[in-house]
C-alpha cells in the first residue's frame, strides 16, 4: 500500500510539471550551454541551453552643465527716422554709425538627459566710437540740413534666456529647438556738430567735440523662437549653430537734444519718450576645441537686427506749443566676433526623470 501510495504521487507530479504554463519555466534556474572543456559538462546530454533573464538596464537620469566667459568685439548702426504728425512726409533721420564695441558676457547651457535644456548668457561692454549723421528735410526745415556729430561714452547692455528640446540626439550631431527671451540696452551719446549741407541755422559756425548735443537710450525686450544644432566635426572640434526669429521686438526709448531743452517757447521740457513694436531675428555660430573632457575654447560670431514702429511722445513736451506724437521708426544691428573658455560640468544624477 505504501509503495503504492508513492507511485501514486510521483504520477502526479509529473502530471503536474506536464500541464504548467509556459511561462512558469521563465522563473526556473537558469540552464548555461553543455559545452565540452567546461566545469560541469555532461558527455551525452541533450536539451536547448536557457540563459539566465537579466533586468533591462534603464537610462540614467542626469544633467549636465557648461559655464563659460566670452570677450566680443562688435560693430553696429542704429537709426530713427522721424515722421510728420500724419505720417506723410519725413522730418529727421538720426543715423549712429561705427558703434564699435568692447563686451564681456558669461554664458552658460544646462541639459537633462530626457532632452530639455536652458541656455543663455548676460553681459555688457562699452561703445567708445562712432557718429552720429542727423538729418532734416523739407518741408519740416528749408533747405536741407545734415550735421555730424562725435558719438563717444556710449555702452551696451545685454541678456539672453531660452528653454528648449533636443528633437535629434546622435552621437555626432544634436537638433533643437527652443523659446525665449532677450534684453538689449544701447546708449549713445554725440559731441560737437558741424553743417555738412548748406542750412545756414543749425550749427551755425560749429559746435565744439566738447559739448554733450544729443543722447539716445533705447531698450529693446524680444520674443525668442529658433533652432539650435551640434556639429561633431572630429574627436576635439564642435560646430554650434543658433538661428531666432523674434516674432515680438518692443522698443522703449528717450531721446534728449541737450540744446534744445530749456524755458523759452519751442524749447523741449526735458527728453522725449518713445516706443514701438516690430520684429527681428539673430543668428550665432561658435567653433569649439576641447583642450580636455571638461575643458574648451572656442571662436564665434553673431549678428542681431531688429525693427520698431512706433511713436515719439512731444505731447505736453514743448514749451508754449500745442504738441502730439509723431510716428518714428527704429532699427538697430550688431555684429561682431568673440573668443570664449568654457567648462563642462557632469554628468550629475538625479533622482527622478523628466
Not at 26 to 50: E, L
Not at 190 to 214: E, F, H, R, T, W
Request: charged share 15%; with cysteine.
Amino acid at each position: 500500500m505504501v509503495r503504492g501510495s508513492a507511485l501514486f504521487g510521483a504520477a502526479l507530479l509529473a502530471m503536474a510539471a506536464v500541464n504548467a504554463p509556459a511561462h512558469a519555466a521563465d522563473h526556473a534556474d537558469p540552464q548555461w550551454p553543455n559545452i565540452p572543456g567546461d566545469p560541469g559538462y555532461v558527455a551525452g546530454k541533450t536539451g536547448t541551453p536557457r540563459w539566465p533573464s537579466l533586468p533591462k538596464q534603464r537610462e540614467v537620469s542626469s544633467f549636465t552643465s557648461e559655464f563659460g566667459l566670452r570677450y566680443w568685439y562688435s560693430w553696429g548702426e542704429t537709426q530713427k527716422d522721424l515722421y510728420g504728425i500724419s505720417g506723410a512726409y519725413m522730418v529727421s533721420r538720426l543715423t549712429y554709425d561705427g558703434l564699435n564695441g568692447h563686451s564681456g558676457e558669461a554664458f552658460g547651457r544646462l541639459d537633462h538627459t530626457s532632452g530639455f535644456f536652458l541656455k543663455g548668457y548676460a553681459g555688457g561692454g562699452i561703445l567708445p566710437n562712432g557718429s552720429l549723421n542727423d538729418e532734416d528735410f523739407p518741408p519740416a526745415i528749408t533747405p536741407y540740413s545734415s550735421t555730424d556729430s562725435k558719438q563717444r561714452e556710449g555702452h551696451l547692455a545685454y541678456a539672453s534666456i531660452d528653454a528648449g528640446f533636443n528633437l535629434l540626439r546622435q552621437q555626432d550631431f544634436r537638433l533643437g529647438i527652443f523659446g525665449g527671451y532677450h534684453y538689449l540696452e544701447d546708449k549713445v551719446s554725440a559731441y560737437g556738430c558741424q553743417q555738412l549741407a548748406s542750412n545756414p541755422s543749425v550749427c551755425a559756425g560749429g559746435i565744439a567735440d566738447s559739448v554733450l548735443v544729443i543722447s539716445q537710450n533705447n531698450r529693446w525686450q524680444s520674443v525668442r523662437v529658433g533652432a539650435d544644432v551640434d556639429i561633431k566635426l572630429s574627436d576635439r572640434l564642435m560646430l554650434r549653430l543658433d538661428a531666432a526669429y523674434l516674432p515680438y521686438v518692443r522698443l522703449s526709448g528717450t531721446d534728449f537734444h541737450w540744446l534744445r531743452i530749456g524755458n523759452a517757447p519751442g524749447d523741449f521740457t526735458g527728453g522725449i519718450p518713445e516706443d514701438g513694436t516690430g520684429q527681428g531675428y539673430q543668428l550665432e555660430a561658435v567653433l569649439s576645441y576641447a583642450y580636455s573632457p571638461n575643458v574648451s575654447f572656442g571662436i564665434g560670431g553673431r549678428y542681431w537686427n531688429m525693427k520698431t514702429s512706433g511713436h515719439s511722445h512731444f505731447e505736453n513736451r514743448v514749451v508754449g506749443v500745442n504738441t502730439a506724437q509723431q510716428p518714428v521708426d527704429w532699427k538697430t544691428e550688431h555684429m561682431g566676433v568673440f573668443v570664449q573658455g568654457a567648462f563642462k560640468f557632469g554628468p550629475y544624477v538625479t533622482s527622478r526623470s523628466f
